[in-house]
T-cell receptor
Framework: RKEVEQDPGPFNVPEGATVAFNCTYS??????FFWYRQDCRKEPKLLMS???SGNEDGRFTAQLNRASQYISLLIRDSKLSDSATYLC???????????FGAGTQVVVTP | NAGVTQTPKFRVLKTGQSMTLLCAQD?????MYWYRQDPGMGLRLIHY???????AKGEVPDGYNVSRLKKQNFLLGLESAAPSQTSVYFC??????????FGQGTRLTVV
């Protein structure tokens, strides 16, 4: 079983709509979590950290559910520029090992 | 403001050749990572480092070696390249587990 799993999608979203997707992690000792965005053939870019209490950054909201071992990302008022692959990341050991999910593709359509 | 710089950006190798990929960061980060990304596979961790002189194996370390002789540099070596090592390689660095920053990638083709 992979340490971090994501629904690959694609999630096809009309412009202006809301989309949400989850990521599950298998190591209950995982300490920190992040969401990254990756555009085609480019390097991943840090989108936001995920805190236990949930956090927002503009139109993006991240949540962590430790009991069920998943994190989520919600995008409100989707823009065409939000089309990308979203990568979930967990820090899975005390050496700072960053484990990536395979990514969820989001396609925002006009 | 360079951040994380990878060299080279592109390379074509013949099977059996060796090469070293260089990653340099100017953010004084403790942690550095090497990943490979293949279509449909996502990012897979090859090796990582928690500081100068310390390295650890990731998910797919076979066929690769690494060295971190200076805090700012993390080298990835391929001793005898194989076609299965054709991939895009990304280096990343982070500090205090606050999220990692990536280089632009190295596109390697082994023929």
């Amino acid at each position: 079983r992979k340490e971090v799993e994501q629904d690959p999608g694609p999630f096809n979203v009309p412009e202006g709509a809301t989309v949400a997707f989850n990521c599950t992690y298998s190591n209950s000792a995982s300490q920190s979590f992040f969401w990254y965005r990756q555009d085609c053939r480019k390097e991943p870019k840090l989108l936001m950290s995920v805190y236990s209490s949930g956090n927002e950054d503009g139109r993006f909201t991240a949540q962590l559910n430790r009991a069920s071992q998943y994190i989520s990302l919600l995008i409100r008022d989707s823009k065409l520029s939000d089309s990308a692959t979203y990568l979930c990341v967990a820090v899975t050991d005390s050496w700072g090992k960053l484990q990536f999910g395979a990514g969820t593709q989001v396609v925002v359509t006009p | 403001n360079a951040g994380v710089t990878q060299t080279p950006k592109f390379r074509v190798l013949k099977t059996g050749q060796s090469m070293t990929l260089l990653c340099a960061q100017d953010m004084n980060h403790e942690y550095m990572y090497w990943y490979r990304q293949d279509p449909g596979m996502g990012l897979r961790l090859i090796h990582y480092s928690v500081g100068e002189g310390t390295t650890a194996k990731g998910e797919v370390p076979d066929g690769y070696n690494v060295s971190r002789l200076k805090k700012q540099n993390f080298l990835l070596g391929l001793e005898s390249a194989a076609p299965s090592q054709t991939s895009v390689y990304f280096c990343a660095s982070s500090s205090n587990l606050r999220g990692a920053f990536f280089g632009q990638g190295t596109r390697l083709t082994v023929v």
